[in-house]
């Protein structure tokens, strides 16, 4: 009986690392996401994204995108990076990534899973038609739907 229970925690164990650079790899990758809104209310758009509550967790810093959002964390957290580009066909392409960060034996160890879920977030708020107005207003609202590359 204490066999298997080994075996299951070193499994366990196993699982959690391969998650863990899974979503390392995930925050790594740029995140790319066709908006139609003009690049100065996707901007608003996306800063609206941190407001709120998350305000506090998210400080702005400097970096090499339009937006530049430092995860307040261990040994000054994961910096998330977005650049804003006008679009060709009158909107704006949206790129997203985790521009510095601290890594440990391919781990990023200040929490890549924030970079991510906010790439999610932001992708379903470019998406959604009454984003704009939430930006400008009431803060974060759920919202579906996404057309994220």
Do not use: C
């Not at 204490?2 to 959690?16: M, Q």
């Not at 391969?18 to 100065?40: C, H, I, M, N």
């Not at 996707?42 to 430092?70: C, E, H, M, Y």
């Not at 679009?87 to 929490?111: C, I, K, Q, T």
């Amino acid at each position: 009986m204490g066999g298997v229970v080994v075996v299951l925690i070193i499994l366990a164990i196993v699982a959690f690392l391969g998650w863990q650079f899974a979503e390392s790899k995930r925050a790594l990758a740029t995140t790319q996401v066709e908006s139609r809104y003009t690049p100065e209310e996707t901007a608003q758009i996306v800063d609206g994204a941190f407001g709120g509550a998350r305000s506090v967790l998210w400080a702005n810093t400097s970096g090499p995108g339009t937006i530049n959002k430092r995860r307040r964390g261990y040994r000054g957290g994961i910096t998330m990076s977005i650049d804003i580009e006008p679009s060709p066909d009158g909107g704006s392409r949206v790129n997203m990534w985790a521009s510095e960060h601290l890594e440990y034996l391919v781990f990023l160890v200040n929490f890549a899973g924030v970079v991510n879920r906010r790439k999610r977030a932001i992708a379903r708020l470019l998406a959604e038609p009454n984003s704009l107005r939430s930006a400008r207003g009431a803060g974060d609202q759920p919202v579906s739907g996404h057309r994220a590359r």
